[in-house]
């Protein structure tokens, strides 16, 4: 699946444009390394996210095959990390 669809998908990002955006300002890395909008997510990649004032790192679960529920969203990764820059 692209990584925008699955940013998408996963309510990581709540729009794929937005996401599409994020990866191609070098916003979103898989495995450490800066990844495009198309770029195939796999179970067991790690992702991190950075927005704005906060960095989130999570891991794939699971990848869907087409739409998924609120609540089934967030079974589709775990949260390994994160920070806020927040004052």
């Known amino acids: 699946m692209r990584l925008d669809r699955f940013l998408k998908l996963s309510r990581l990002i709540r729009q794929r444009s937005v996401a599409k955006w994020a990866c191609d300002a ?5 495995l450490g390394r800066k990844a495009r909008a198309a770029s195939e997510v ?13 960095t989130i790192e999570v891991r794939v679960l ?20 994160g920070s806020d820059v927040r004052d």
């Open 42 to 54: 796999r179970v067991g990649d790690e992702l991190t996210i950075n927005l704005r004032d906060r």
């Open 62 to 81: 699971e990848v869907p095959a087409g739409n998924v529920s609120k609540e089934r969203a967030r079974a589709l990764y775990e949260v390994i990390g």
């Open 26 to 30: 070098g916003r979103v890395y898989i």
